[in-house]
């Protein structure tokens, strides 16, 4: 099968579709084909070597944590789904023709394989933060970061819930946040008065994605700071905010966002590239400024 994989830590440069061995669904996971996979930047994260800790690359380089594609080998232990069924959901190695889940969620038939194989990471860590901040019918939320793959799908999850959302994002955006449901808000120096003259009652919550708003800014909007939960930066000294790594019950998530996408609560604006033209993706990820979602079709 053509598999996007890499020999050594490096940019995109690094890149190569290559013809690989196809994985096969163990204990609790299925196979899908691959319609549409998703780009985070965890993806170039680990690739550049930034995750390895100093350890040198082993075997070859793999990437891709979440697809959308039709079950075609369903592991032992599996209950509810068969092979033939529209999946999205969670995994590993997914840029690829095949790939393993290890979560997943039928897809509602009418939803497009890109939006929702771009739906799952998001989903994932969006429901887990929000869940943590309590955000509920009357909360106040800000979003900061709310453009992006990840606060797009936070901005519309908290929308549903009944929340009111400010979101923070670049000027080409703010257009952009409206559509979504969000108050926007540029982000960078004035952050927290802007979001004042929005939210004069003031936030109950902050979901920090992108972190890059200092520590200290986040924490004095809110009243208590562990109200906010950031996904992104790891030095908070005693600010009091919480960090959040490790996934929740990712079922129940992407059986949430199944739901909102099915419902059109959930709409993510996607940019397709061919596994061939992976590296034009990749470059526009690792530019920091991503409209929506960045999925490529294998
Ligand atoms: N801890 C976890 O479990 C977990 C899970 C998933 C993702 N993450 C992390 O979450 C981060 C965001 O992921 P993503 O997929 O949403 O990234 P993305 O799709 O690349 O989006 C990044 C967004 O950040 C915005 N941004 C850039 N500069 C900003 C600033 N100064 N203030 C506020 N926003 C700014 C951009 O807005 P403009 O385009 O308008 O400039 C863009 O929309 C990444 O670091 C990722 O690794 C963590």
Do not use: C
């Not at 599996?78 to 995994?91: E, I, S, Y």
């Not at 023709?97 to 009418?110: F, G, M, R, S, V």
């Not at 809110?222 to 929740?248: M, N």
């Not at 059986?255 to 099915?262: F, G, I, T």
């Amino acid at each position: 099968m053509r598999a996007l994989q890499y020999t050594a830590f490096g940019g995109p440069e690094v890149l190569a579709v290559v013809d690989a061995p196809e994985p096969h669904a163990g204990p609790g996971q299925v196979r899908v084909r691959v319609r549409a996979a998703g780009l985070n930047p965890l993806d170039w994260k680990i690739r550049r070597g930034l995750m390895s800790q100093g350890r040198p690359l082993e075997g070859p380089g793999r990437s891709g944590f979440e697809a959308a594609g039709v079950v075609d080998e369903v592991g032992e232990g599996v209950t509810g789904t068969a092979v033939g069924d529209d999946v999205f959901g969670l995994g590993e190695a997914t840029h690829a023709e095949l790939a393993l889940l290890d979560a997943w969620a039928a897809k509602p038939a009418a939803v497009d394989w890109a939006v929702a194989a771009g739906s799952a990471v998001a989903a994932e860590v969006s429901v887990r933060v929000l869940d943590l901040l309590g955000v509920g019918a009357g909360s106040t939320l800000l979003v900061d970061g709310g453009a992006g793959g990840v606060g797009a799908v936070g901005v519309q999850l908290a929308v549903s819930r009944g929340a009111t959302v400010i979101a923070s994002a670049g000027e080409a955006n703010q257009g952009y946040l409206t559509e979504i449901g969000a108050l926007p808000v540029r982000y960078g120096d004035g952050l927290a008065e802007r979001v004042r003259a929005v939210a004069p009652e003031g936030l109950d919550a902050v979901f920090d994605v992108a972190g890059k708003t200092p520590p200290p800014t986040l924490a004095s909007m809110v009243s208590d700071p562990a109200q906010v939960v950031t996904i992104s930066q790891f030095e908070l000294g005693d600010s009091g905010i919480r960090v959040t790594t490790e996934p929740g019950d990712r079922a129940a998530a992407l059986a949430e966002a199944a739901r909102l996408l099915e419902s059109n609560g959930l709409v993510v604006e996607v940019q397709t590239f061919p596994l061939e033209r992976a590296r034009e993706a990749v470059e526009i990820s690792e530019s920091g400024h991503v409209r929506g979602k960045l999925v490529l079709l294998p």
